[in-house]
């Protein structure tokens, strides 16, 4: 090796080991180099590049760039986002969008159990499958996960944090909506009887629920102001798809509230306890006499089916009954229908009196024997 051989080979030497603004080795001993710099933003950038020869090159490469104003190569992606960082999102999302924060939350907390440590673009619809699959949940339970993380991957592409939603590629369950639980009568006079020995203040609250069919978080944020004693209306502004309905109060429904009134301010929530602070959804009592009087399979939106269920087995049509509801879609409500019997039986009685008409045929007839029929216009025709 020459004279100037030997000079390049020390300054290859030199620069090599002496320490290089920008350069570093993540793992000391490694031999895999890494770059960090400034981009034209000023956002910090860090590129793994291989041996510290080729990382120098580079780094001098993107500070050449940076001045130039270069866009940086399209391979350039920023860290991973956490599924955690997602779900927070959603979490906040929710407590100021959805009425229903408290199921929202327990599901979103549920999530962030199984996946939380994960990045979001390593889930796969798979992934998302064969998890619901093995909690045993009914199909509702399992669309309701769905759409919770649906929603999470949604915000996630929104805010610029993920690029896909793996959610849309899971096949939603079909749910069987035809179940009707409803009060008997004898059913009904049992929990009654069991209210007015033990909780005989809030049969009220049994009354308006069985004669207005409000869900229960409608029924208990129901203030003074949207009770219209005069018109005999109640407004219903805390509906679950946010639109306000009406509904006539009857007798019954216009007793339960006048004695609720009569023992309130005039003010503020309709249900409250006896120091006037605002009752949540009334569990401390209706369960436990659910319970005592051994109603099987049969919570509070059982009420509302009754309601419903009671104006259909009295004749009123299913458009109305929509109406009373709160029902976006006529399908919610058909599966009422068959609580008609009478109704239908009377559809189909028809057809007998029109079999009967074809084989009895009636006796009036058409004399027809001077009828002739208009001679054609040969012109028209061609």
Request: charged share 25%.
């Given at each position: 090796?020459?004279?100037?051989?030997?000079?390049?080979?020390?300054?290859?030497?030199?620069?090599?080991?002496?320490?290089?603004?920008?350069?570093?080795?993540?793992?000391?001993?490694?031999?895999?180099?890494?770059?960090?710099?400034?981009?034209?933003?000023?956002?910090?950038?860090?590129?793994?590049?291989?041996?510290?020869?080729?990382?120098?090159?580079?780094?001098?490469?993107?500070?050449?760039?940076?001045l130039q104003g270069v866009k940086l190569p399209e391979n350039f992606r920023a860290k991973?986002?956490?599924?955690?960082?997602?779900?927070?999102?959603?979490?906040?999302?929710?407590?100021?969008?959805?009425?229903?924060?408290?199921?929202?939350?327990?599901?979103?907390?549920?999530?962030?159990?199984?996946?939380?440590?994960?990045?979001?673009?390593?889930?796969?619809?798979?992934?998302?499958?064969?998890?619901?699959?093995?909690?045993?949940?009914?199909?509702?339970?399992?669309?309701?996960?769905?759409?919770?993380?649906?929603?999470?991957?949604?915000?996630?592409?929104?805010?610029?944090?993920?690029?896909?939603?793996?959610?849309?590629?899971?096949?939603?369950?079909?749910?069987?909506?035809?179940?009707?639980?409803?009060?008997?009568?004898?059913?009904?006079?049992?929990?009654?009887?069991?209210?007015?020995?033990?909780?005989?203040?809030?049969?009220?609250?049994?009354?308006?629920?069985?004669?207005?069919?409000?869900?229960?978080?409608?029924?208990?944020?129901?203030?003074?102001?949207?009770?219209?004693?005069?018109?005999?209306?109640?407004?219903?502004?805390?509906?679950?798809?946010?639109?306000?309905?009406?509904?006539?109060?009857?007798?019954?429904?216009?007793?339960?509230?006048?004695?609720?009134?009569?023992?309130?301010?005039?003010?503020?929530?309709?249900?409250?306890?006896?120091?006037?602070?605002?009752?949540?959804?009334?569990?401390?009592?209706?369960?436990?006499?659910?319970?005592?009087?051994?109603?099987?399979?049969?919570?509070?939106?059982?009420?509302?089916?009754?309601?419903?269920?009671?104006?259909?087995?009295?004749?009123?049509?299913?458009?109305?009954?929509?109406?009373?509801?709160?029902?976006?879609?006529?399908?919610?409500?058909?599966?009422?229908?068959?609580?008609?019997?009478?109704?239908?039986?009377?559809?189909?009685?028809?057809?007998?009196?029109?079999?009967?008409?074809?084989?009895?045929?009636?006796?009036?007839?058409?004399?027809?024997?001077?009828?002739?029929?208009?001679?054609?216009?040969?012109?028209?025709?061609?």
């Open positions: 090796m020459g004279e100037e051989g030997r000079e390049t080979a020390e300054e290859e030497r030199k620069l090599m080991t002496r320490k290089t603004r920008g350069i570093f080795e993540k793992v000391p001993g490694s031999g895999v180099w890494w770059i960090r710099f400034a981009d034209s933003t000023g956002r910090i950038r860090r590129e793994k590049v291989g041996n510290k020869a080729a990382a120098i090159k580079l780094y001098a490469k993107r500070k050449t760039e940076v991973p986002v956490e599924m955690r960082v997602l779900i927070a999102d959603a979490l906040e999302h929710c407590r100021n969008n959805n009425r229903g924060f408290a199921q929202d939350r327990v599901r979103l907390l549920t999530i962030l159990r199984e996946f939380g440590s994960r990045t979001a673009a390593s889930i796969t619809p798979q992934d998302i499958e064969r998890w619901v699959a093995g909690n045993g949940w009914s199909a509702g339970t399992i669309n309701r996960f769905r759409a919770t993380l649906s929603l999470i991957f949604r915000l996630g592409i929104a805010n610029r944090k993920t690029e896909s939603n793996p959610v849309k590629l899971v096949r939603r369950k079909k749910e069987n909506n035809g179940r009707v639980r409803f009060l008997s009568a004898e059913e009904e006079m049992s929990l009654r009887a069991i209210l007015a020995s033990r909780h005989p203040e809030h049969l009220p609250e049994l009354d308006i629920a069985l004669n207005t069919g409000i869900r229960r978080g409608e029924q208990y944020s129901l203030m003074w102001k949207d009770v219209d004693f005069g018109t005999k209306l109640l407004a219903v502004s805390q509906t679950k798809n946010g639109e306000t309905r009406y509904i006539p109060l009857n007798t019954t429904a216009l007793a339960g509230l006048n004695e609720l009134y009569r023992n309130s301010s005039g003010e503020g929530y309709v249900f409250t306890n006896r120091h006037g602070d605002r009752l949540l959804k009334g569990r401390h009592w209706f369960e436990p006499a659910v319970r005592e009087a051994n109603l099987k399979d049969f919570s509070w939106h059982c009420l509302r089916h009754t309601f419903a269920s009671r104006l259909v087995m009295a004749g009123v049509d299913l458009r109305t009954v929509q109406q009373l509801m709160g029902h976006k879609a006529i399908q919610m409500t058909v599966r009422y229908a068959h609580l008609a019997p009478e109704h239908q039986m009377a559809a189909v009685e028809r057809l007998c009196s029109v079999s009967s008409t074809l084989q009895h045929p009636t006796d009036t007839t058409t004399d027809t024997t001077h009828f002739q029929a208009p001679e054609l216009n040969a012109r028209a025709i061609n």
